[in-house]
Every structure is written in structure tokens, then in C-alpha cells.
């Protein structure tokens, strides 16, 4: 591993990135502007002293910031390009803000209630995505949202995240951490806390930031701080609309248990107007005039060739040679019946009135639509029907709308055990692919 490298007067790390301007620093780390050599591109990179971290134990801190950062991929949230490291740092070499600190705008005053609903907007479609995949952040606030050159908001600073896995048995996390002006009552009183529930609080704190141009919950006394946030005791000024000021009320509940969710939050009358384009999904739309047309009128008979065929086996999947290298969150289920298309479509059906799912069907396809809202708005799934031949059919199911985690959950304890009695099982014994 070859390496020139001085802090104070830069220099090229790792053979790879020339070192620029110190950008920040905290108590474990610095952070500085870096230029990729083969890219051009610019990059920030995070410097770890690996002693300092090891004698406050704070290593598995570290290793959890780098496994949450790699598998939270989405486009408000800082990507992490590599990690390196030698016998003394840890180096992130990470997605470069340009734009700087969201804090260093609000400090400048309140921000228009148009421009602070966008990137309220952003924000949340991140956290939502974070605990999609069960990582809670625990430590939002204006200085870890950063803003790219076109204004674009990322969440950084991962450090003081939890996994779903930290769960004690009682279901919570009981970790006391994150910024006392933007924590959680529940957080301080130490008897154990939903992540998700103190992300939302915390991005409540946010969006009154945003639109007030100060702190809801201030005092020079921090235990008095703490007993305003304990009762939720503050005040919206006057120039705040009754929409905003009604969803920040539902946010700063202090009653976990009772203060409003992510769905709800992404449902209200204030979220939604001027919703970026970029954050309306597919997975929001019912089924359109369009599907409706097509469903009615049906379609010709569908046939598979032989490369098809060989791709719906589980052993013989081809696809990964054509992908690019990225992670691809599987969310098709296909399996073999040689049940008529009618004995599919019935058992749809079945697993569509129990679950009081409405049903569009035509001779070989079928669409489901959930009627309850969940994190993505309502769960729609589209259920293909293929003849390779007239006594075989194959299968494919997908999620047309909704949230991934919710269409997983769904197909394991409700779609696999309805269908396992008419997929086609092989004389080895193997039957509906996972």
C-alpha cells in the first residue's frame, strides 16, 4: 500500500485521492475536501484516528456507521464510495455536499414555507427509506443535513445509527444518545424507545427549525430544556400556517404512542402540496385508467421461450451476468403450476378476500390493491400468468405499488403458504423458488 500523506499539508492517500482543505471536525474525526485521481471527481474524506476510537470503545461505533452507510442507498442520503484504512486511520471516502450545512442557511433566518417543505419532503422520503430497512438514525438535526450543488438535501453522520437487530427483548432500543435540543422525551427518560418514533420527534424539531427560524424547546437550563420537552410544552409563532402548525403538533407529540407516523406524516394535506416530482413513486398510485383498460380487455395468451424458461429456475438464474453490480432487491416471485389459469387466479383471489384486497383480473392476469395506506401509500401486486405449455404455466408476481418490506412480508405469511398447494413440485422435491 503505497502512501504520501500529511494532514497539514495534504498530500496523495492510498496512491488514489490527492487531500485538499480541512472541511470540518468533530471529537474522533476530520473531515476534508479530496479529489479522486483517475475521476477528477471530488470527494469528502473522513479521517479516523483508530487509537482515540479504540481507547473510548468506540470501534463497533465505527463498523456500524460503515455497514449502515452501504446498504442505505438512496438519493437524500450521503453515499459512501470506499472505505480504507491503514495502521493507525479509517478513511471514508465519501459523497462530496457542496452546497454545505443546511444549518448554515437557517442560521442566516427562517426559511419561505415552500422552500423548507421541500426539504422537509426530502428528508423524510430518507428516514423512511432508513427504517425500511431497519436503521434508525437517532441523531437528526440541521448540521447532519447537508445540501449538494443544486440544493439537493443529503443525510450524513451516521455514527450514532441503530440497527433493528439492537433491539432488547422488550422490543426498544435503550441507548441514550443524539443532540438534547433535538432528542426525544423518550430518549432521555431511559426506559427503552422506538428508533423510529424518536426519528420522527427529532425531524418535528426540524421542520419547526425550518419555519420558525429557532428552537421549540430552549433554555439556558437543560434540565429545564428537558422538562419543556418532556411535556411538549412550546409554542408556534404566529406566522406559521394552521397546516404546518397542526403536523408539527402530531410530531412533538410527547406521547410516543400516540404521535403520527411516517405514512401519515407522507398522507397530510401540507406534506403533499408541491410534492416533488422526484419523490412521487410509482409505489403512491393506485391503478390507473390505463391498467384498467388492460385489464378489462385482456391480453393474448403469453408464451415463454426457452431462455425464459431456464431463467425462472432458481438454479439456473442468468440474470446476474447481465446486471450491472449493484444491490438488486429481488422483488418478483415466480413459480410452475400445472393447475389451469382459473385454479391461480381463484386462489388470488381467496388470499385477496381475506386480506380485503380489491381485484382487477383478466383470463391471465391478475392485480391486487390493498385498501388500508401503509409506509408507501396502498400495496398493489400484479400476478402474471405464462403458458410454456397448455397443462404448464408459469407464474410471475411483483409489487406494482407500495412499500418493498410490506410486499415481502406479505408474500411470506400470506401468498407462499396460499399458493404452495398448486406451484409445481419437481420428483427431487423442489418446489416454489424463494
Known amino acids: 500500500m503505497t502512501m504520501a500523506f500529511d494532514e497539514k499539508c495534504g498530500g496523495v492517500l492510498h496512491g488514489k485521492y490527492e487531500l485538499g482543505r480541512l472541511l470540518g471536525h468533530g471529537t474522533f474525526a476530520k473531515v476534508y475536501h479530496a479529489r479522486h485521481l483517475q475521476s477528477g471527481k471530488s470527494v469528502a474524506m473522513k479521517i479516523v484516528g483508530k487509537e482515540k476510537v479504540i481507547r473510548v470503545g468506540m470501534m463497533e ?7 449502515v452507510m452501504k446498504m442505505v442507498d438512496h438519493p437524500n442520503i450521503v453515499e459512501l464510495h470506499e472505505v480504507m484504512a491503514s495502521k493507525t486511520k479509517i478513511y471514508f471516502a465519501m459523497e462530496y455536499a457542496r452546497g454545505g450545512e443546511l444549518f448554515a442557511k437557517i442560521a442566516r433566518g427562517r426559511l419561505r414555507e415552500d422552500v423548507a417543505r421541500n426539504y422537509f419532503q426530502q428528508l423524510i422520503s430518507a428516514i423512511d427509506f432508513c427504517h425500511s430497512r431497519g436503521v434508525y438514525h437517532r ?9 449538494d450543488e443544486e440544493g439537493y438535501l443529503k443525510v450524513t453522520d ?3 445509527s441503530a440497527f433493528s437487530d439492537h433491539l432488547r427483548q422488550d422490543g426498544l432500543l435503550h441507548t441514550t444518545c443524539g443532540t438534547p435540543a433535538y432528542v426525544a422525551p423518550e430518549v432521555i427518560g431511559k426506559k427503552g424507545y422506538d428508533g423510529a418514533k424518536a426519528d420522527i420527534w427529532s425531524c418535528g424539531v426540524i421542520l419547526f427549525v425550518l419555519l420558525a427560524g429557532y428552537l421549540p424547546f430552549q433554555d439556558d437550563n437543560i434540565v429545564a430544556m428537558y422538562r419543556k420537552i418532556y411535556r411538549g410544552d412550546f409554542k408556534c409563532p404566529p406566522w406559521l400556517s394552521a397546516e404546518s402548525r397542526k403536523l408539527i403538533t402530531k410530531m412533538l407529540d410527547p406521547n410516543p404512542s400516540t404521535r403520527i407516523t411516517i405514512a401519515k406524516i407522507m398522507d397530510s394535506s401540507w406534506f403533499k402540496k408541491s410534492l416533488s416530482k422526484s419523490l412521487r413513486t410509482k409505489e403512491e398510485q393506485e391503478f390507473s385508467a390505463e391498467d384498467e383498460v388492460n385489464i378489462e380487455k385482456g391480453k393474448e395468451t403469453e408464451t415463454l421461450n426457452a431462455f425464459h424458461i431456464i431463467s425462472l429456475s432458481e438454479g439456473f438464474d442468468l440474470s446476474p451476468l447481465f446486471e450491472e453490480k449493484k444491490r438488486v432487491e429481488r422483488e418478483e416471485l415466480r413459480f410452475a403450476t400445472s393447475r389451469p389459469a382459473s385454479s391461480v387466479i381463484s386462489k388470488l383471489e381467496e388470499v385477496a ?5 380489491s381485484v382487477k383480473k383478466s383470463d391471465n392476469c391478475v392485480r391486487l390493491q390493498g385498501q388500508e395506506s401503509g409506509r408507501k401509500g396502498k400495496l398493489g401486486i400484479e400476478a402474471d400468468i405464462f403458458a410454456v405449455a397448455p397443462s404448464f404455466l408459469v407464474v410471475e408476481v411483483k409489487k406494482s405499488s407500495g412499500d418493498s418490506l410490506e410486499y415481502k412480508q406479505f408474500c411470506s405469511k400470506e401468498l407462499r403458504p396460499a399458493l404452495k398447494d398448486i406451484a409445481w413440485t419437481s420428483t427431487t422435491g423442489n418446489s416454489m423458488p424463494a
Open 61 to 67: 461505533q465505527v463498523k456500524r456507521e460503515i455497514s
Open 139 to 147: 441523531d437528526l438535526k440541521p448540521e447532519n443535513l447537508l445540501l
Open 158 to 160: 451516521f455514527g450514532l
Open 353 to 357: 378476500k381475506t386480506k380485503n384486497f
